[in-house]
C-alpha cells in the first residue's frame, strides 16, 4: 500500500518553513525519509523506528504518530540547498527490506 | 553504511536491443533491489534479488523483460531486455542494512531512441 504524501509541491522563500506530510491506511511500523535532487539518486534523511519518535539534525526533523498513521517531516528556516524531492517510505507486508516509496513531495526554495 | 557502484550512469540506446546495468556493493549483503523511478514519478520495485535463487518480481515485472542476476553477496546485474521508449527511466539498485537504512546506487538513467 503506497503512503500518501502531502503536499504535492511546495514553493518556499529562504528562511520559510514547510510541513511534509506522509500517511498510510495500513498500519506503520516504521517511516524512512529521504531527498533527492534532480538527476541524482535519493539521499537518506531519517528512519522513524516507533511511534512518538521524533528525530533532527541540522533544521530538518520529523515525527511519528503510530496511531494515527501519518509521519511528518519539518524543514525550519529553508536554504537553497532543501530543494527537491522528498519522498517518505515505508515496508509493505511481507517486505524482505523493500521499501515502498509515497509519490514525492517537490519543495522548491527560492532566494 | 554501504557504498554502492552502479553503472552506467547513462545510456543511449535504439528499441530493440539489450542493457546490463551493474550494481557493486562495499560490503556483502543478503539482498539487493531494484527499483525504476520513471521521469517524474516516485521510485517503483521491479524485483528482490537474493543470492543462489532466483529473484523475486514485483507485479507488472517479468523475468523475461528483466533478467537479474546475483552471483554473490556484493554484485549483481539488471537487464532490460527488447528495450522500447516506454523502458525510458531511471533504474536503481539499493540494499539495506541491518539498521534498516537503504542506501541506493548513483543510478542509471536509460533512454531508448
Known amino acids: 500500500q503506497q503512503p500518501v504524501q502531502s503536499p504535492q509541491a511546495v514553493i518556499l522563500r529562504e528562511g520559510e518553513d514547510a510541513v511534509i506530510n506522509c500517511s498510510s491506511s495500513?498500519?506503520?511500523?516504521?517511516v524512512h525519509w529521504y531527498r533527492q535532487k534532480h538527476g541524482e539518486a535519493p539521499v537518506f534523511l531519517m528512519i522513524?523506528?516507533?511511534?512518538?519518535e521524533q528525530k533532527g539534525h541540522d533544521k530538518i526533523s520529523a515525527s511519528f504518530n503510530e496511531k494515527k498513521q501519518q509521519s511528518s517531516l519539518y524543514l525550519t528556516a529553508s536554504q537553497l540547498s532543501y530543494s527537491g524531492t522528498y519522498f517518505c517510505?515505508?515496508?509493505?507486508?511481507?517486505?524482505?527490506?523493500?521499501?515502498?516509496f509515497g509519490k514525492g513531495t517537490k519543495l522548491s526554495v527560492k532566494p | 553504511s554501504a557504498v554502492i557502484s552502479q553503472k552506467p550512469s547513462r545510456d543511449i540506446c535504439q528499441r530493440g536491443t539489450s542493457l546490463t546495468i551493474q550494481c557493486q556493493v562495499d560490503?556483502?549483503?543478503?539482498?539487493m533491489f531494484w527499483y525504476r523511478q520513471q521521469p517524474g514519478q516516485s521510485l517503483t520495485l521491479i524485483a528482490t534479488?537474493?543470492?543462489?535463487?532466483?529473484?523475486?518480481?514485483e507485479s507488472g515485472f517479468v523475468i523475461d523483460k528483466f533478467p537479474i542476476s546475483r552471483p554473490n553477496l556484493t554484485f549483481s546485474t539488471l537487464t532490460v531486455s527488447n528495450m522500447s521508449p516506454e523502458d525510458s527511466s531511471i533504474y536503481l539498485c539499493?540494499?539495506?542494512?541491518?539498521?534498516?537504512?537503504?542506501?541506493f546506487g548513483q543510478g542509471t538513467r536509460l533512454t531508448v531512441v
Open positions: 539499493s540494499v539495506v542494512t541491518p539498521n534498516t537504512e537503504a542506501f
Open positions: 495500513k498500519a506503520l511500523y516504521s
Open positions: 522513524l523506528l516507533k511511534g512518538g
Open positions: 517510505g515505508t515496508y509493505g507486508a511481507g517486505s524482505q527490506g523493500n521499501l515502498i
Open positions: 560490503s556483502q549483503v543478503t539482498m
Open positions: 534479488a537474493n543470492q543462489g535463487s532466483e529473484a523475486t518480481y
